[in-house]
């Protein structure tokens, strides 16, 4: 069995969402401790909470929402690298090490057969970006966007990736448990 990375971020109560954006919460419907046959949770929360995929729709109001995002760009090899080498880097998938920052369109420019870019970062553009060019750059190219990565534990290099969105009809954003498999 290959060796499995999981490099999302875990979903719990107090995780950090973006200003303004509604926090995770969890809460219990049914309980066995209080005489039902089964646990029940429920859980509430923003669709860019944690890792996640954004739709096109996020961004867009004549862009795909999230059941149209394209399962085949979040399947497949990936290459793992810091944003200083991303406009060196040749692979359909790029998770890059965003160091608080994000990547330039002149950097993303070069990256031809790109299927999906992901970052660590809240997002790939600028905290205070209003515009979100980089979000535009990147879907009329066809792009992926996978934000809120954890790549604290895995090196740089290679692996297979697996980030399923879940079919969220109408909506902008799915989280995803994303996660790297050594080969």
Wanted: charged share 20%.
């Amino acid at each position: 069995m290959p060796k499995l990375h999981d490099i999302s971020q875990p979903l719990r109560p107090g995780i950090p969402v973006w200003p303004g954006d509604r926090p995770y919460e969890t809460a219990w419907t049914v309980r066995r401790a209080d005489g039902a046959a089964c646990n029940v949770g429920q859980i509430a929360l923003s669709c860019h909470t944690g890792t996640h995929i954004d739709a096109p729709y996020h961004f867009a109001d004549d862009g795909p929402t999230a059941e149209a995002i394209p399962l085949e760009a979040c399947v497949g090899r990936a290459s793992v690298v810091p944003l200083s080498r991303l406009a060196a880097t040749r692979a359909e998938r790029i998770l890059i090490r965003a160091g608080g920052c994000a990547p330039t369109l002149a950097a993303l420019a070069g990256l031809d057969g790109l299927k999906l870019l992901g970052t660590d970062a809240a997002s790939v553009d600028e905290a205070d970006s209003k515009t979100l060019d980089v979000h535009h750059a990147l879907w009329r190219r066809g792009v992926v966007i996978l934000e809120g990565l954890d790549l604290s534990g895995v090196a740089d290099g290679d692996y297979d990736l697996v980030a399923l969105p879940l079919r969220l009809a109408g909506m902008d954003a799915s989280p995803v448990r994303a996660i790297l498999v050594e080969r």
